[in-house]
């Protein structure tokens, strides 16, 4: 079992940055593909982010590329989502999540362990 807790969320007006961070808990986290998801309201949860278990590969959804940087500290069970030029449109609740897939999980039904979530709010 794995537990996932995320922290970092909060208010920022465009341009400006956040750093989410999310703490595993469980033996297993670094041997999972750590990932970011979000959910705006009205809308599905959609694929941000996500990290190899080595750290090495990362990929992200096009929206956000040079954006946003996703790294992962296995010897902390810690996962980071770096944030900078931030838009309204990336107001959304994310979340932090865990796949057992290694390569390249983008869909919500890839992913078996979930965080509660923190609100990010950009105010334009």
């Known amino acids: 079992q794995l537990q996932l807790v995320e922290s970092g969320g909060g208010l920022v007006q465009a341009g400006g940055s956040l750093r989410l961070s999310c703490i595993g808990s469980g033996q297993t986290f670094n041997t999972h593909t750590m990932g970011w998801f979000r959910q705006a309201p009205g809308k599905e949860r959609e694929f941000v982010a996500a990290?190899?278990?080595?750290?090495?590969?990362?990929f992200y959804v096009d929206s956000v590329k040079d954006r946003f940087t996703i790294s992962r500290d296995n010897a902390k069970n810690m996962v980071y989502l770096q944030m900078n030029n931030l838009k309204a449109e990336d107001t959304a609740v994310y979340y932090c999540?865990?796949?057992?897939?290694?390569?390249?999980?983008?869909?919500?039904?890839?992913?078996?362990?979930w965080g509660q979530g923190t609100q990010v709010t950009v105010s334009s």
């Open positions: 999540a865990a796949s057992s897939i290694g390569w390249e999980p983008r869909k919500f039904h890839e992913y078996g362990f």
């Open positions: 990290v190899a278990w080595t750290g090495g590969r990362t």
